[in-house]
């Protein structure tokens, strides 16, 4: 079967990460994991620096994989964001960017995500290291805080900062992971480790970013997938460009799950061509 030529996206789309075992055979050949991936997707998660910060030579080798109009939403390493919450971290954060400084010029926003520790007592820190770091950075912030999904006033407070400062608030849809019965290990797991909290959208000037964890049955996916698709299409039609990642409990059908969204999109924007991968419908019971 002949793997479709790609249609530059008008938006963004990617993944959690750039490789998974059952992606050899689902991208196109030729090169290195990124630069396949990189084939089909514009954008990708950078959690591989949650854990771990690269070399600047591993930093230098990403870039040369990628073209011009992908973007790294790189996350802030956890010593920072979970360890120290964002006090006293300024020479962590700087010897960070030098690392990551040969992507400078196709970073998308950073990914500032806090854990659920990081309450409305912390916001203060958040605001002074958001006001400290360097003007041409973008964010995009994540929070897990109960109070901050509660619509009261620690939650206007956080929405307010970040309009003020016109960053995005990253939007974590879990709805569709926590609507699958915990009948196998895998989607044990992800529910064990993903958080489970409301989907609140805030408007901004910031580019929206959306994390959506998929339902081990793709086909369980539509419904929950309905609504971003309209939402999606309505920004691209006014000039809005979007963030969007899929993620599955296992993310080897990652891939799947944005075809199936792709799919989804085309109806409201025909324009949009299939992803150029081979794939097969991931079955119930895999898992």
Same mark, same amino acid.
């Given at each position: ?214 339902? +081990? ?24 460009? +979007? ?38 419908? +991931? ?5």
């Amino acid at each position: 079967m002949e793997t479709p030529k790609a249609t530059p996206l008008p938006y963004y789309l990617g993944g959690p990460q750039w490789q998974a075992p059952a992606w050899h055979s689902q991208l196109p050949a030729g090169g290195p994991p990124l630069a396949r991936y990189a084939k089909v997707f514009n954008t990708v998660e950078g959690n591989t620096t949650f854990y771990a910060s690269p070399s600047r030579a591993q930093s230098e080798q990403w870039r040369q994989q990628v073209p011009d109009d992908f973007r790294f939403l790189l996350k802030l390493p956890k010593a920072l964001t979970h360890e120290h919450f964002l006090h006293g971290v300024e020479q962590q954060f700087q010897a960070f960017l030098r690392l990551v400084e040969p992507l400078r010029d196709v970073l998308g926003p950073m990914l500032l995500q806090l854990p659920a520790g990081f309450g409305p007592g912390h916001l203060d820190q958040l605001w002074r290291f958001l006001d400290t770091a360097p003007v041409d950075l973008d964010w995009t912030v994540e929070v897990r805080h109960p109070a901050f999904f509660a619509k009261g006033e620690a939650e206007r407070a956080l929405n307010r900062g970040l309009m003020e400062r016109k960053l995005a608030r990253v939007v974590l849809d879990s709805r569709a992971l926590f609507s699958a019965f915990p009948d196998n290990p895998v989607t044990i797991d992800a529910q064990r480790k993903k958080p489970r909290v409301p989907v609140h959208l805030l408007p901004s000037e910031g580019a929206p970013v959306i994390r959506f964890i998929g339902h +081990p049955d793709l086909d369980a996916n539509r419904p929950f997938l309905a609504p971003w698709v309209e939402r999606v299409a309505r920004w691209i039609e006014t000039g809005i460009r +979007p963030y969007v990642f899929m993620h599955m409990p296992d993310n080897n059908h990652a891939i799947e799950l944005a075809c199936l969204w792709t799919e989804l999109l085309q109806e409201h924007l025909p324009e949009l061509g299939p992803l150029p991968v081979t794939t097969s419908t +991931p079955q119930i019971g895999l898992f």
